[in-house]
């Protein structure tokens, strides 16, 4: 390369250095303060934002003029993109939790509801009519046995004893599974 196309890139360089210390003096602070905003106030996200939208400025300086537009507004327009994306990408994987955080975000297995829901509905169906009207009111419906005994019109010794063969019941029938669900 000849001297004289090596002094043109130089000076090429230096004017786009000097155009984006321009850039980055006026815009710098307002952008950083819309990046905020966007990020929740998160300084450190916000950052970042911004030094990428003023890397993309570099790369499209000859575009970024006054008479093409305002320079502000291409400028939030980056940073909003870039927030934006952001967010998309981590919806877009999976949660990522520290080791000694794992316990506490770990999620319950779906399936261990739906067995344990059967396996209730089977319990239940194999109990008594009375007996399963006791252990529904008592626990399903939170009702005392005082106002079961009002509901059903018998007496609250037989609630009581009604409830008490219906666990009975209900524990023997489910000796061989284990609930799941806490």
Not at 113 to 137: F, K, T
Not at 160 to 180: E, V
Request: charged share 25%; hydrophobic share 40%.
């Amino acid at each position: 390369m000849g001297e004289r196309a090596q002094s043109r890139r130089h000076g090429s360089a230096l004017e786009s250095d000097s155009r984006l210390r321009e850039l980055m003096d006026t815009y710098q602070q307002p952008l950083l303060r819309y990046a905020q905003r966007l990020t929740d106030g998160d300084t450190g996200r916000a950052e970042d934002v911004v030094q990428e939208a003023f890397l993309r400025a570099w790369r499209h300086l000859d575009q970024l003029t006054a008479d093409r537009g305002s320079v502000l507004g291409w400028l939030r327009r980056v940073v909003h993109n870039l927030v934006m994306d952001g967010y998309r990408m981590k919806k877009a994987r999976p949660t990522e939790v520290d080791i000694d955080n794992a316990a506490e975000v770990a999620t319950a297995d779906p399936m261990a509801g739906v067995v344990d829901s059967l396996l209730v509905e089977q319990v239940l169906g194999g109990l008594w009519p009375e007996h399963r009207a006791a252990l529904v009111e008592t626990y399903l419906n939170g009702r005392t046995a005082a106002e079961i005994s009002a509901t059903l019109g018998v007496p609250v010794g037989t609630v009581k004893s009604r409830l008490h063969y219906a666990l009975r019941a209900a524990r023997k029938a489910t000796a061989g599974h284990l609930l799941c669900a806490a």
